[in-house]
T-cell receptor, first 112, second 113 residues
Framework: NAGVTQTPKFRVLKTGQSMTLLCAQDMNHEYMYWYRQDPGMGLRLIHY???????AKGEVPDGYNVSRLKKQNFLLGLESAAPSQTSVYFC???????????FGDGTRLSIL | AQSVTQLDSQVPVFEEAPVELRCNYSSSVSVYLFWYVQYPNQGLQLLLK??????LVKGINGFEAEFNKSQTSFHLRKPSVHISDTAEYFCAVRNSGYSTLTFGKGTMLLVSP
């Protein structure tokens, strides 16, 4: 049972490049989330989804887009990467919004 | 969204000493609270949760937390820490829309011999 799997684990981009981060969960969870973690800032919610085909903005959505075409996958896209998007990105999932979230191991993204 | 304040960014402690990590929250709805732990280069793992019932919640690895509604606090405690408890600890509260959590900025627990 893999839980929440994030791909890739590390990536270096140049300013202006685009990329997609993939999150896959095998727990049949309805809710999925993308966070970014920066030193001293805790976790901040970027976007989330309450079910297949739905997405919603979180606290820091600017510069990111998401899609949830399949229940098990939640994609985070950066259309034109900026140095301010250098961060560690975490995906999480849960069956209900009130229940604990299960986290992936993170993607370390550096933008030069 | 609700807010969570973790009063200490870093807590140094000696091995086998007790520790308390402080968390205060604001919430206008029925309160669901969580403590997560993050070991270096890993994701977050659930330590314990308060959804309802007894205000003293026991979690994994010997940690416990007490929900105090009047003081809007949910402090995490352990009577005797180990070197392996060195990690960052996050407090989180459910938001009023019921779909998301707000996390505190984290407290780094540094356990030394």
């Amino acid at each position: 049972n893999a839980g929440v799997t994030q791909t890739p684990k590390f990536r270096v981009l140049k300013t202006g490049q685009s990329m997609t981060l993939l999150c896959a969960q095998d727990m049949n969870h309805e809710y999925m989330y993308w966070y970014r973690q920066d030193p001293g800032m805790g976790l901040r919610l970027i976007h989330y989804s309450v079910g297949e085909g739905t997405t919603a903005k979180g606290e820091v959505p600017d510069g990111y887009n998401v899609s949830r075409l399949k229940k098990q996958n939640f994609l985070l896209g950066l259309e034109s990467a900026a140095p301010s998007q250098t961060s560690v990105y975490f995906c999480a999932s849960t069956q209900q919004g009130s229940q604990p979230q299960h986290f992936g191991d993170g993607t370390r993204l550096s933008i030069l | 969204a609700q807010s969570v304040t973790q009063l200490d960014s870093q807590v140094p402690v000696f091995e086998e000493a007790p520790v308390e990590l402080r968390c205060n929250y604001s919430s206008s709805v029925s309160v669901y609270l969580f403590w997560y732990v993050q070991y270096p280069n890993q994701g977050l793992q659930l330590l314990l949760k308060y959804l309802s019932g007894s205000t003293l919640v026991k979690g994994i690895n010997g940690f416990e937390a007490e929900f105090n509604k009047s003081q809007t606090s949910f402090h995490l405690r352990k009577p005797s820490v180990h070197i392996s408890d060195t990690a960052e600890y996050f407090c989180a509260v459910r938001n009023s829309g019921y779909s998301t959590l707000t996390f505190g900025k984290g407290t780094m627990l540094l356990v030394s011999p």
